[in-house]
T-cell receptor, first 111, second 113 residues
Framework: SQQGEEDPQALSIQEGENATMNCSYKTSINNLQWYRQNSGRGLVHLILIRSNEREKHSGRLRVTLDTSKKSSSLLITASRAADTASYFCATALLNDYKLSFGAGTTVTVRA | EAGVTQFPSHSVIEKGQTVTLRCDPISGHDNLYWYRRVMGKEIKFLLHFVKESKQDESGMPNNRFLAERTGGTYSTLKVQPAELEDSGVYFC???????????FGPGTRLLVL
């Protein structure tokens, strides 16, 4: 079974609103990474948060990590049409090198 | 600095044929990974190279898949013979340090008919 699961599967918001998506995982991690994939394009790395960190920011993005609940959230503030994409969380386990991906959250930002 | 590049961007082949995918990692990145996403499913790990050595190939689906990284630079992933269920998007990623940020290429979209 997959390590990470995103919630919700899909999200539709108005431009200017905030978008929040969550990721839950099953086993202890070294770090958790968020990626974006625009339609038909490659994966773009957004943020890496380590297991000993609780919150990180990058521009309009804010990521939180709660290792006690084995969950992370990605907040996009003041969304733009260009934020329309699929967002994936990926976990790197403690004794492993590969990333385990969730199924992703599809975000649609309406103009 | 150039990112991870993959070739071809798309490939359409018939069942039973052979296809070879190429990945050029970011210069200086010793770690190279292959992943794939088949229709409707999540992105799954295939294998991991450190320089020219296979560190972990636990995700390779079967012996029809062969990955190489001669000289520790670019990598190839060959599927021979291709089956219908091999259709999907094959991603390559590289990282300077294992377990740190992995930078992904644009992917190769493979369609087996």
């Amino acid at each position: 079974s997959q390590q990470g699961e995103e919630d919700p599967q899909a999200l539709s918001i108005q431009e200017g609103e905030n978008a929040t998506m969550n990721c839950s995982y099953k086993t202890s991690i070294n770090n958790l990474q968020w990626y974006r994939q625009n339609s038909g394009r490659g994966l773009v790395h957004l943020i890496l948060i380590r297991s000993n960190e609780r919150e990180k920011h990058s521009g309009r993005l804010r990521v939180t990590l709660d290792t006690s609940k084995k969950s992370s959230s990605l907040l996009i503030t003041a969304s733009r049409a260009a934020d329309t994409a699929s967002y994936f969380c990926a976990t790197a386990l403690l004794n492993d090198y590969k990333l385990s991906f969730g199924a992703g959250t599809t975000v649609t930002v309406r103009a | 600095e150039a990112g991870v590049t993959q070739f071809p961007s798309h490939s359409v082949i018939e069942k039973g044929q052979t296809v070879t995918l190429r990945c050029d990692p970011i210069s200086g990145h010793d770690n190279l990974y292959w992943y794939r996403r088949v229709m409707g499913k999540e992105i799954k790990f295939l294998l991991h190279f450190v320089k020219e050595s296979k560190q972990d190939e636990s995700g390779m689906p079967n012996n029809r898949f062969l990955a190489e990284r001669t000289g520790g630079t670019y990598s190839t992933l060959k599927v021979q013979p291709a089956e219908l269920e091999d259709s999907g998007v094959y991603f390559c990623a590289s990282s300077q340090v294992a377990r740190e940020t992995q930078y992904f290429g644009p992917g190769t979209r493979l369609l087996v008919l």
